[in-house]
């Protein structure tokens, strides 16, 4: 039986979409999972699915007519939720009502289920030099952290900067690395794969930044600050959710990372 679903939002949106769906090829591989997401997105997506011959990508437009809309808000599930402000404990709620809606069960049973763990993380990445601290600084597009703004991150930046190697997602006028400048830029993966050597993330809760949320770090991260707005982010150890770069500052220095 083929499975169709859909996402008409972001990259971030459809990364925890297609983890789940990786789940449920696993679990169910009599059945085929087909999922379409918006065509710039796709070549991020496809390194989800390298090992999963029954899990599928395709354009948004050629969705079929019986796709379930799996965006966390269709129809206002996330803004009615009880649990809409405690991301794991949501998520887990959220794709239990997707698998019910296949007539299937979700494998994903606790918020460290979330934790992405897709092969190619594991591969190596064009830069994967030991950094003290990568900073995910790349602007959300899904209104997730209203309280964004360039030049805090930036001079978040230069204070990490100045006792850490820091390594940035996005371009800075500061004279620390970007992973945009790799050549060619690292994707979504491969940031994951960074995460792996480095010590601290400070990030925004943006595309790039849910592949370090995998299981092969948590151990080697000593602290992962998340800028978000209203949801507290609560999938792996050592994570701690705040919603301005002063109080991301605060805890570094609380911490002695500055």
């Not at 979330?114 to 591969?123: E, G, R, T, W």
């Not at 994951?192 to 949320?213: D, E, N």
């Not at 602290?223 to 500052?249: F, H, K, Q, S």
Request: hydrophobic share 40%; net charge neutral; charged share 20%.
């Amino acid at each position: 039986m083929n499975f169709n679903t859909h996402c008409g939002l972001r990259l971030g949106d459809n990364l925890a979409h297609v983890h789940f769906a990786r789940k449920m090829a696993a679990k169910y591989p009599e059945h085929v999972f087909t999922h379409a997401a918006h065509l710039a997105y796709l070549n991020q997506l496809l390194e989800l699915t390298w090992d999963l011959p029954n899990l599928r990508l395709i354009p948004f437009e050629y969705r079929s007519a019986d796709s379930i809309d799996v965006w966390k808000n269709a129809g206002g599930y996330w803004e009615n939720h009880k649990l809409k402000y405690n991301y794991g404990r949501f998520y887990i709620e959220f794709f239990e009502m997707i698998a019910a809606k296949m007539g299937l069960e979700s494998p994903l049973k606790r918020p460290p289920d979330l934790l992405f763990d897709y092969p190619a993380i594991k591969k190596p990445a064009n830069i994967c030099e030991p950094f003290d601290c990568l900073v995910v600084n790349s602007a959300p597009q899904s209104n997730q952290w209203l309280a964004y703004n360039e030049k805090e991150m930036e001079s978040m930046v230069e204070v990490l900067a100045r006792k850490n190697s820091v390594i940035t997602t996005a371009k800075t006028s500061l004279r620390v690395p970007c992973t945009g400048d790799c050549k060619p830029p690292l994707s979504v993966t491969a940031i994951g794969t960074l995460s792996l050597y480095c010590k601290y993330i400070v990030m925004v809760a943006t595309g790039p930044s849910w592949p370090t949320f995998n299981v092969w770090n948590t151990e080697s991260i000593k602290r992962r600050i998340i800028l978000n707005g209203t949801e507290d982010v609560n999938i792996a150890p050592n994570t701690v959710t705040v919603r301005t770069c002063g109080e991301a500052l605060k805890m570094c220095e609380m911490e002695g990372i500055i």
